[in-house]
């Protein structure tokens, strides 16, 4: 019996999860009630409230949620994998917001998922300034700071846009495309 009240549970979660993107998509967050989310949900007010404590612990949940899914989902590629080829880095979060491309685009309507993408981002840039501090001679830290800044907010900026469907391709092609530009950047980064 616990096993189907588990299942059960995390099936409400993911039902007032989801009604919650659907509802950023069509009014603005600060608006969407509680009765706004049951409604679209078609769950009880009491189940709501066996899970969350209001709007805000939905948000809450849903950002540390993604957070860690995709961290957890590049880590499994190999961190050094990504600090030789940043374009996989992009191929693989585009394949990871493709298993639920509709869920994902909804979530952009609130700024939440750019705020998780950057958060993710900024994980991987540390790590990449680390790696690049240690393996280039004579880096200049300024450069290096540079570079990087650069290389992540494009990769987020390309991310997104791919998300809302203002780049097209699949995740493979959107991740060669931007390999090819990156090299370009590098080659440029290790002349000077």
């Known amino acids: 019996m616990p096993k189907a009240e588990y299942r059960s549970s995390i099936r409400s979660k993911n039902l007032i999860k989801k009604a919650l993107a659907k509802l950023i998509h069509e009014?603005?967050?600060?608006?969407?009630?509680?009765?706004?989310?049951?409604?679209?949900?078609?769950?009880?007010?009491?189940?709501?409230?066996?899970?969350?404590?209001?709007?805000?612990?939905?948000?809450?949940?849903?950002?540390?949620?993604?957070?860690?899914?995709?961290?957890?989902?590049?880590?499994?590629?190999?961190?050094?994998?990504?600090?030789?080829?940043?374009?996989?880095?992009?191929?693989?979060?585009?394949?990871?917001?493709?298993?639920?491309?509709?869920?994902?685009?909804?979530?952009?309507?609130?700024?939440?998922?750019?705020?998780?993408?950057?958060?993710?981002?900024?994980?991987?840039?540390?790590?990449?300034h680390s790696e690049v501090v240690a393996t280039v001679d004579n880096a200049d830290s300024d450069e290096i700071n540079l570079y990087l800044i650069y290389i992540t907010s494009g990769a987020k900026t390309v991310i997104l846009s791919w998300l809302n469907g203002e780049i097209k391709g699949t995740p493979e092609q959107v991740g060669e495309r931007i390999g090819k530009l990156v090299a370009l950047n590098q080659q440029y980064f290790i002349n000077q």
Not at 27 to 34: G, Q
Not at 76 to 95: P, V
């Open 27 to 128: 009014k603005d967050i600060a608006k969407i009630t509680v009765s706004d989310i049951i409604r679209e949900a078609d769950i009880s007010r009491g189940t709501f409230y066996a899970h969350y404590a209001d709007v805000n612990a939905v948000i809450n949940q849903i950002e540390s949620e993604e957070l860690k899914n995709l961290i957890d989902f590049v880590d499994k590629f190999g961190f050094e994998n990504i600090t030789t080829n940043i374009s996989d880095f992009i191929t693989l979060i585009c394949e990871y917001l493709n298993r639920d491309m509709e869920y994902y685009r909804m979530l952009t309507q609130s700024n939440m998922l750019n705020n998780f993408i950057w958060r993710l981002i900024n994980v991987y840039y540390e790590k990449l």
